[in-house]
């Protein structure tokens, strides 16, 4: 699944351009039992298997002896609500692990002792970690200068200053008797300058006021 999402859209652009290089690891290419099996039985007897830690140490420890890691991450429900600014910060980073939490649950210890920040992408279970991934992957990618062609846009994104974007429109200026707001097309660019913060504004207060409270 993982391997299909990042080979289309802004994740396969920016590989292509060698601006990002994204690395897909099998925990079952890490394992040292003869059916290459990564779960077991839970302590405690539990319903269901459980990840092991060994598979996921070894992948760990062996990435980890061909370069640094900024951060290990486990996505997972539990974790910090991923947003803007933790995918800023993740833009400048070199180098991120991003474990795939899975239904099946991972021995505790990995948590305990391999991970460093635990995100989710919101308040509802998936089945697996990959769409969370590949939503942080996306986020953080297209940070990267060069990997958007209009580097200006990443900044004017939604979020960026905790304000939604303003509206944008294009040509026809009229459709159906549906008109783009006058002062886009003044020419007055200050004054257009101008419309776009209110606008921000506006919609900010009007769809997402908690944004706003969280300015920082
Ligand atoms: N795994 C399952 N649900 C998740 C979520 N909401 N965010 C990140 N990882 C998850």
Not at 68 to 90: C, H, L, R, W
Not at 172 to 195: C, M, T
């Amino acid at each position: 699944m993982f391997t299909g999402l990042i080979d289309c859209s802004i994740l396969k652009r920016a590989q292509d351009k060698g601006l990002v290089e994204i690395h897909i690891h099998n925990l079952r290419d890490y394992t040292t039992n003869k059916h290459r099996n990564v779960d077991d039985y839970p302590f405690g007897g539990e319903a269901g298997m459980v990840i092991q830690i060994e598979p996921i140490d070894n992948a760990i420890t062996s990435l980890k002896q061909q370069r640094m890691y900024d951060e290990v991450i486990y996505t997972s429900p539990d974790g910090e609500v991923f947003n803007q600014k933790i995918a800023n910060q993740m833009s400048s980073y070199e180098n991120i692990i991003i474990l795939c939490g899975h239904y099946k649950g991972i021995d505790y210890r990995v948590r305990e002792h391999l991970i460093t920040r635990e995100i989710s992408i919101g308040d509802y279970v998936l089945t697996g970690g990959e769409l969370a991934a590949a939503v942080m992957a996306d986020a953080v990618v297209r940070l990267i200068p060069g990997a958007i062609g209009d580097e200006q846009s990443a900044l004017s994104d939604s979020f960026q200053d905790n304000l939604l974007a303003p509206p944008v429109y294009t040509r026809p200026a009229e459709y159906k008797g549906w008109r783009v707001p006058d002062i886009l097309l003044s020419g007055h660019q200050a004054n257009i300058d101008e419309w776009k913060l209110q606008q921000a504004m506006e919609r900010t207060e009007r769809l997402r006021p908690d944004l706003l409270e969280n300015k920082d």
